[in-house]
């Protein structure tokens, strides 16, 4: 079985990524991320979804076992980019590489 919290934290980790950049990221509070591991609790679903989407990946992503992908600094520079974007700035990036593709 999957432990959650663990998980979360070594995809944290495994992108350079503060507990306080997770949170931001997240949309969730830095105190409720370090409460999943002091108190033994485990992120709601709604959580684990804000979760997901900070690190870009869907929820059956994150219950895939071997999900995790090395990267290089170039490309976790891309990424990391791009999760900070707003959803309209990301489609808007989205309509550029379109273009730039042909």
Not at 2 to 20: H, L, N
Not at 34 to 50: D, F, H, S
Not at 55 to 73: H, K, P
Request: aromatic letters at 8%.
């Amino acid at each position: 079985m999957i432990d959650i919290v663990k998980k979360i934290e070594q995809m944290r980790i495994a992108r350079g990524w503060s507990v306080y950049k997770l949170a931001e990221l997240s949309g969730l509070s830095d105190k409720c991320i370090y409460n999943w591991k002091q108190r033994g609790t485990v992120p709601t679903i709604q959580a684990l979804e804000n979760i997901c989407e900070a690190f870009g990946i869907s929820m059956s992503q994150f219950f895939t076992e071997n999900n995790l992908v090395e990267v290089d600094a170039e490309t976790k520079e891309l990424l990391d980019s791009w999760l900070s974007l707003t959803h309209e700035q990301r489609e808007a990036v989205k309509v550029m590489i379109k273009t730039i593709k042909g």
